[in-house]
């Protein structure tokens, strides 16, 4: 959501913890509804300023992971008011600690208590009462505000600008979903498989003890779930596997948008956007998944013709388990660069794998990874660069 000015001043502070940051956006009155939230905030043109203000009870920020005892910064979700007119929902840098740990002017926090799990994180309530933070403060990588308070933004249309807004967000609720299903698929699976090998009681004497799965009681106990696990699969199978425009937006694109510059979201957005080029995300290899370091494709760059040239060395160095492969146009290549004999470590570069016609493009070859226990909606494919 924020611009490099962020980066430079945020990135490092925040990786070696001299910032603890939080994240929030929840309000004690509206939690997944981010656009109904209640926090306001003004721009101040006279000293160059944001107020953020907490306007009533149900606009208190409310189970923020971290707030209560440690972060000394939060990115705040607010309604952004210019000139009297609502520009719907931005994130703005604020302090809420100073380096000693003491809560900040204008800043009131409390704990959120005792929780049924998860007592090591110190989830806390945060209210503001007209803060006020620089104006370079408001991450503003879809809208901006001018010194003298002029609202600036290349989308015109509200609800576009709140869509781009959130998306960076909405990949990682959909891992939540994906994540929950699995948990349910294994947990309904354990419970089914013990009932089809434990048995108790026989219907009569010297007879075989009847299979638990086999009593009524415990049909209605197990197969609705299965019914509805199965309808929830089908659904996230076409969220993530037909809609291939998740992993070319969300997987191509958001590379583009956090990893690349001015130059590659002029070129590369709308067309991922719209479908036209149609994306895949590919880091891990067949020899290195977590261990990104470790990959072993290689990109050197020949100065003669001023392009990179992309190798897929070895068999463990395949890109391996990408989504959309099988259908993707393009791809986002994680690779070791090296220059002038020097490895530089690992970088990303766009580069095309087929043609408009579908056609795998020359130095190119694709393979499917076959089928798999779940989402076969999802082309997970294997990718070498020659």
């Not at 956007?273 to 891990?284: D, L």
Request: proline fraction near 4%; aromatic fraction near 10%.
């Amino acid at each position: 959501m924020g611009t490099k000015r962020h980066h430079d001043k945020w990135y490092k502070p925040t990786e070696t913890f001299e910032v603890k940051g939080c994240f929030a956006m929840t309000e004690l009155g509206h939690g997944s509804n981010v656009r109904g939230i209640e926090t306001i905030t003004r721009y101040d043109a006279s000293t160059g300023e944001f107020i953020i203000n907490t306007p009533c009870e149900s606009a208190q920020k409310y189970w923020i992971g971290g707030a209560a005892n440690h972060a000394t910064h939060t990115v705040v979700f607010s309604q952004l008011e210019i000139n009297g007119v609502n520009q719907g929902v931005h994130a703005f840098i604020a302090q809420i600690r100073d380096e000693n740990g003491n809560v900040c002017p204008n800043i009131r926090i409390a704990d959120c208590g005792h929780k049924i799990g998860l007592n090591g994180v110190d989830n806390g309530r945060i209210w503001f009462d007209n803060l006020r933070i620089p104006r370079e403060n408001l991450l503003n990588a879809v809208a901006d505000v001018s010194p003298d308070g002029q609202y600036l933004s290349a989308i015109k249309d509200p609800d576009q600008r709140f869509a781009a807004f959130l998306a960076p967000l909405t990949s990682g609720r959909v891992t939540i979903t994906a994540s929950s299903m699995n948990t349910t698929k294994i947990g309904l699976a354990t419970a089914i498989r013990y009932s089809l090998s434990r048995r108790a009681f026989s219907i009569r004497p010297n007879e075989p003890e009847v299979l638990l799965l086999d009593y009524p009681s415990h049909q209605r106990r197990l197969l609705p779930l299965l019914a509805k696990t199965l309808n929830l699969l089908v659904f996230l199978t076409i969220l993530l596997g037909s809609s291939l425009l998740f992993i070319s937006f969300y997987g191509m694109g958001g590379a583009i948008r956090f990893m690349g510059t001015k130059r590659h979201h002029d070129k590369w957005y709308k067309p991922t956007e719209t479908f036209e080029v149609k994306g895949c995300f590919a880091m891990t290899e067949l020899g290195h998944g977590s261990n990104v370091r470790g990959i072993e494709t290689i990109t050197r760059y020949d100065a003669s013709t001023g392009e990179f040239i992309i190798n897929t060395p070895c068999e463990s160095a395949q890109k391996y388990w990408i989504g959309g492969a099988n259908h993707a146009t393009h791809t986002v290549v994680f690779s070791q660069l090296e220059i002038n004999g020097v490895n530089q470590g690992v970088h990303a570069f766009i580069a095309q794998i087929r043609d408009e016609n579908g056609n795998v493009c020359p130095n190119i070859r694709i393979a499917d990874c076959g089928h798999k226990i779940g989402l076969n909606g999802v082309d997970n494919g294997r990718i070498w660069y020659e």
